[in-house]
């Protein structure tokens, strides 16, 4: 009698092969039969769930993209029952951001490898889509993140609102920049930029939004 396969489980495991690849050695050693040898499979066991390399480091783009989303997501949502101004809220706000750092070894991983595959959207057609995805979903919560944080700020007249619009733009852009800078420093420099330090960093970057949410 034939052994049973759970085939879910069984294209997980070759995503989570794919992800120890790529983290350990890059994008470009991702191949059908380096993910195989990886997963302890025949090639042809790969080919069974993924017809081709494209639709494999695809599909693992997608899961890694669900990852940080459900995390950041699922962080926003505890963070909608804290009251703005409070200890418990300002700690869900760095928790919140600290979702799309590599502060322990499984955002670490999920981080290189979100950042390796967004790299290579640029030159891969079949990856964009899922780049553009991952950027929306990360940005729709530092964008709300943002407006909470200055709310208040701006003026009551049209054109004050617009440009109040524009700033908050270019508030949620920066922080943005911020945590892709800070994850890409805590992966090439992790003994410097420890967990402590990335709070730290946020920390003064919350301070100093605060401060211009104040001045507005």
Wanted: with cysteine; charged share 25%; hydrophobic share 45%.
């Amino acid at each position: 009698m034939p052994k049973f396969v759970d085939a879910a489980l069984r294209r997980q495991e070759v995503v989570e092969a794919v992800f120890r690849i790529v983290a350990a050695d890059g994008l470009e050693r991702a191949s059908l039969r380096e993910v195989a040898d990886e997963a302890e499979l025949a090639v042809g066991s790969v080919r069974h769930y993924f017809a081709s390399s494209d639709e494999l480091l695809a599909h693992s783009f997608g899961v890694v993209v669900d990852r940080i989303v459900h995390r950041l997501t699922a962080a926003d949502d505890r963070l909608a029952d804290a009251e703005p101004g409070t200890p418990e809220h300002h700690e869900g706000v760095l928790t919140l951001l600290g979702e799309l750092l590599p502060l322990d070894e499984e955002r670490a991983v999920d981080a290189c490898v979100w950042m390796a595959f967004k790299n290579a959207a640029r030159t891969k057609p079949f990856l964009a889509a899922e780049a553009d995805r991952s950027h929306r979903a990360v940005a729709a919560v530092v964008g709300r993140l943002v407006m909470e944080l200055s709310a208040g700020a701006g003026s009551a007249d049209g054109a004050g609102d617009t440009l109040n619009q524009q700033r908050l733009v270019t508030e949620a852009e920066r922080l943005l920049a911020t945590l892709d800078g800070l994850t890409m420093h805590a992966l090439l420099q992790p003994e410097w930029m420890t967990a402590q330090m990335c709070r730290d960093v946020l920390e003064s970057h919350l301070t100093g939004l605060a401060s211009y949410a104040g001045s507005h």
